[in-house]
């Protein structure tokens, strides 16, 4: 039996804090020797930007594996929609299909948000939020869980959805200010979090105060650009795979090489390489998005809902020995 579960049986099933201890041990376990990640993508007809993705999942020390059928509609809502398939990984049975919106937002803002505490400078309690969207939203959420933050600055090409978030967390009791530029951004806050579908830059070098980080998870596909490439040239970047950040992240989208990127934050979080090494440095993360991410989020939520009797269980395929096919 497969076991369905949807977005509403997820966002009960999992809280933040748990997932960010997953995917903080998956971040290091990926460190090790393994299949490199992969990502099967074709763009689509449809309208500019759309694409439809393909993502096999594996990770060390879990007995599963992911395939993620995702397609992303820059002007739909919501943006990004499909399934993970969750898979036995001895005997390739189907053990959950999970609704790939809620997954790839989770696992994207809670590893953001993972990232953005550790390479933020230390006290740092005002974050500026550029794209007021679901992965920004729950990057925020995570971050809460990670550090104490005090106030937001957010912007976004529609200020109603600016607005409307500003309006959320301002009930949550942070104190909010919607801004009419990305650069505005920048000059009040010293963390960052982008999460657009600009294809030009967004923040260039003169714009951002020494000491700065950004998290610019907009550019995981060909073309797509949140940062310019001299203030990449003079930041300390961060990514989480070197050969998907050349051949569909930022470094491969401003004409740079692997050697630019200063590390992957696995190595960051495992300690052996410094998060900073000067406190008015500039640093920035800029992940593509990696498969396992699915697979760490989805396992613990499979397990999550065998122990709880959540979702429903559905049978795609009859047995040898069930009726009518033996």
């Known amino acids: 039996m497969t076991l369905l579960l949807g977005a509403a049986e997820l966002q009960r099933l999992l809280i933040p804090q748990a997932v960010i201890r997953a995917l903080r041990r998956g971040f290091v376990a990926a460190l090790a020797p393994q299949t490199s990640p992969q990502r099967i993508r074709q763009s689509l007809p449809s309208s500019p930007g759309s694409v439809a993705v393909l993502l096999p999942g594996l990770l060390t020390g879990i007995p599963a594996y992911t395939v993620k059928v995702n397609a992303k509609f820059p002007d739909a809502d919501p943006a990004i929609s499909g399934i ?30 993972l990232a953005t505490d550790l390479l933020s400078s230390a006290g740092t309690d005002t974050v500026g939020i550029i794209g007021a969207g679901a992965q920004s939203d729950m990057t925020l959420r995570g971050l809460t869980q990670l550090r104490a933050v005090k106030r937001v600055v957010i912007h976004d090409v529609d200020g109603g959805r600016a607005h409307q978030m500003a309006k959320f967390w301002q009930q949550a009791g942070l104190e909010c200010q919607v801004v009419d530029s990305a650069r505005a951004v920048a000059r009040y806050c010293g963390s960052i979090v982008a999460a657009t579908w600009s294809r030009r830059p967004l923040l260039h070098f003169p714009d951002l105060r020494p000491g700065s980080h950004i998290t610019s998870l907009g550019a995981d596909e060909p073309g797509k650009e949140e940062l310019d490439a001299e203030l990449l040239r003079h930041a300390r970047v961060i990514v989480d795979d070197l050969d998907l950040a050349m051949t569909s992240g930022a470094l491969g989208s401003a004409g740079l090489q692997p050697g630019d990127a200063a590390a992957v934050l696995g190595q960051i979080i495992e300690g052996t390489v410094p998060a900073r090494t000067d406190a008015e440095q500039v640093t920035v993360y800029s992940p593509v998005g990696l498969p396992w991410q699915d697979l760490a989020l989805s396992w613990a939520a499979y397990q999550a809902a065998r122990d709880s009797g959540a979702g429903i269980e559905f049978q795609f395929y009859s047995r040898p020995n069930d009726e009518g096919n033996s």
Do not use: K, Q
Request: glycine fraction near 6%; include cysteine; hydrophobic fraction near 55%.
């Open 84 to 113: 993970v398939c969750l898979h036995d990984l001895r005997t390739g049975e189907l053990l959950a299909l999970l609704d790939s919106a809620f997954v790839t937002a989770w696992r994207t803002g809670l590893s953001a948000a």
